[in-house]
């Protein structure tokens, strides 16, 4: 049996940065994880260069059942908080478009900031440890392990959602909030590449690799303007990924197609300048040519010259590509999602600490928890912030 002041559950980005601040306050801290190396999930972010954080990141861009719970994390350990961090490690950054950033090098470096300050701050980490039960005893809990068992004062789980399986994902902190009596909301894949229904599927997978800048809206009526992706099982790109957490099952999704051009007037002006040429290949000035052709044989444009279009035409060619609408089939799933929508219930938690109120000196950090953000590093932000406020107290 092993005693120690603090245990945390995944050594992830909220663990990682949760075990260094409990470490830096004296605190004795063993971090345990089930995989052969810490920040798996770091390391694949970003194409391999994990986007860490943003530049904008704010209350605003995240999902919660409870929209004031992140406030007081992100005002007590902001973007700016981390960046002076990495800044500190001498980490080559730049700067994305929406205000993303990006290691220069490899998200390896980011990894290696948070081992350095663990390591610094004096953290035992246990890698291939599964976590395989939680107990309640006097005066805090007990970890068990395939390796042993442990016993500490305050126990942090930073177990992360369902994404990703391959990279060890478990539903273990779930099941340890539902056990001590935490409310758990439903669980789905989120920032997620939508399915098509087989129809759709077949018109559209020659399209897979196109892109286009467009305008994705929610049946709620949330809207992002990025690019949408064609891929051989449906769609993806930034503007899918974004809507992919409003979206629900049996929802349509409505796309502006042409969010820079006012369409009727272009049509309009298209009839006094090139008249004689057909819909078909004006359109395709606009749009991929192949994408085009398939709303064409599909018999969603009009099959005349643009000088012969009437007024009701050019209405509703405009309605239909500034709001072409597609229902999905589905999503990926946790295979490919990027976070995981839902997890604990906020309110079971104190927006200071991270500590359980029904469970004194149990804290939930980082993704296990219901707070979604946006794509662009936001996720990662909430790590590092929900980290940061609970190594001040455990």
């Given at each position: 049996?092993?005693?120690?002041?603090?245990?945390?559950?995944g050594a992830g980005a909220a663990g990682l940065m949760c075990a260094a601040q409990a470490g830096y306050r004296g605190r004795q801290v063993t971090v345990l994880d089930m995989g052969k190396k810490p920040g798996r999930k770091i390391l694949i972010s970003g194409g391999g260069r994990?986007?860490?954080?943003?530049?904008?990141?704010?209350?605003?861009?995240?999902?919660?059942?409870?929209?004031?719970?992140?406030?007081?994390?992100?005002?007590?350990?902001?973007?700016?908080?981390?960046?002076?961090?990495?800044?500190?490690?001498?980490?080559?950054?730049?700067?994305?478009?929406?205000?993303?950033?990006?290691?220069?090098n490899s998200a390896q470096d980011v990894v290696d900031i948070l081992l350095t300050e663990c390591d610094w701050a004096g953290v035992n980490i246990e890698l291939r440890s599964e976590v395989l039960s939680v107990n309640a005893i006097d005066g805090g809990y007990q970890v068990d392990?395939?390796?042993?068992?442990?016993?500490?004062?305050?126990?942090?789980?930073?177990?992360?959602?369902?994404?990703?399986?391959?990279?060890?994902?478990?539903?273990?902190?779930?099941?340890?909030?539902?056990?001590?009596?935490?409310?758990?909301?439903?669980?789905?894949?989120?920032?997620?590449?939508?399915?098509?229904?087989?129809?759709?599927?077949?018109?559209?997978?020659?399209?897979?690799?196109?892109?286009?800048?467009?305008?994705?809206?929610?049946?709620?009526?949330?809207?992002?303007?990025?690019?949408?992706?064609?891929?051989?099982?449906?769609?993806?790109?930034?503007?899918?990924?974004?809507?992919?957490?409003?979206?629900?099952?049996?929802?349509?999704?409505?796309?502006?197609?042409?969010?820079?051009?006012?369409?009727?007037?272009?049509?309009?002006?298209?009839?006094?300048?090139?008249?004689?040429?057909?819909?078909?290949?004006?359109?395709?000035?606009?749009?991929?040519?192949?994408?085009?052709?398939?709303?064409?044989?599909?018999?969603?444009?009009?099959?005349?010259?643009?000088?012969?279009?009437?007024?009701?035409?050019?209405?509703?060619?405009?309605?239909?590509?500034?709001?072409?609408?597609?229902?999905?089939?589905?999503?990926?799933?946790?295979?490919?999602?990027?976070?995981?929508?839902?997890?604990?219930?906020?309110?079971?938690?104190?927006?200071?600490?991270?500590?359980?109120?029904?469970?004194?000196?149990?804290?939930?950090?980082?993704?296990?928890?219901?707070?979604?953000?946006?794509?662009?590093?936001?996720?990662?932000?909430?790590?590092?912030?929900?980290?940061?406020?609970?190594?001040?107290?455990?």
């Amino acid at each position: 049996m092993t005693q120690v002041d603090v245990i945390v559950i995944g050594a992830g980005a909220a663990g990682l940065m949760c075990a260094a601040q409990a470490g830096y306050r004296g605190r004795q801290v063993t971090v345990l994880d089930m995989g052969k190396k810490p920040g798996r999930k770091i390391l694949i972010s970003g194409g391999g260069r994990c986007n860490f954080t943003n530049v904008n990141a704010s209350p605003e861009n995240y999902l919660c059942n409870n929209p004031h719970f992140v406030k007081s994390c992100l005002s007590r350990y902001s973007q700016q908080d981390f960046i002076e961090l990495v800044e500190r490690h001498g980490l080559q950054y730049h700067h994305k478009t929406l205000g993303q950033l990006f290691c220069d090098n490899s998200a390896q470096d980011v990894v290696d900031i948070l081992l350095t300050e663990c390591d610094w701050a004096g953290v035992n980490i246990e890698l291939r440890s599964e976590v395989l039960s939680v107990n309640a005893i006097d005066g805090g809990y007990q970890v068990d392990t395939a390796q042993g068992s442990y016993q500490c004062a305050s126990l942090v789980v930073a177990s992360g959602g369902l994404t990703m399986p391959k990279l060890g994902a478990t539903p273990i902190g779930y099941k340890i909030a539902a056990q001590f009596g935490l409310k758990v909301f439903p669980t789905t894949a989120a920032l997620v590449p939508f399915t098509l229904h087989q129809h759709d599927k077949t018109r559209f997978e020659s399209l897979a690799g196109i892109s286009i800048p467009c305008i994705v809206t929610s049946e709620n009526g949330t809207s992002f303007k990025e690019n949408l992706l064609f891929t051989h099982r449906g769609l993806s790109g930034p503007a899918v990924l974004q809507i992919s957490s409003f979206w629900r099952a049996g929802q349509a999704v409505s796309i502006n197609l042409l969010p820079e051009i006012e369409l009727k007037a272009q049509l309009l002006q298209w009839r006094e300048t090139q008249g004689q040429k057909s819909v078909k290949n004006c359109l395709a000035s606009l749009l991929p040519k192949r994408f085009i052709e398939i709303l064409y044989d599909s018999h969603e444009l009009p099959d005349t010259n643009v000088n012969q279009l009437t007024h009701s035409q050019i209405d509703e060619l405009h309605a239909h590509l500034h709001a072409w609408s597609i229902k999905p089939n589905g999503t990926e799933g946790y295979r490919t999602a990027e976070v995981t929508l839902g997890g604990v219930d906020t309110d079971e938690l104190s927006s200071k600490t991270f500590e359980a109120k029904k469970a004194p000196g149990l804290y939930f950090i980082g993704e296990v928890t219901d707070v979604t953000g946006w794509l662009g590093g936001y996720n990662f932000q909430f790590c590092w912030s929900s980290g940061f406020a609970a190594g001040q107290f455990v």
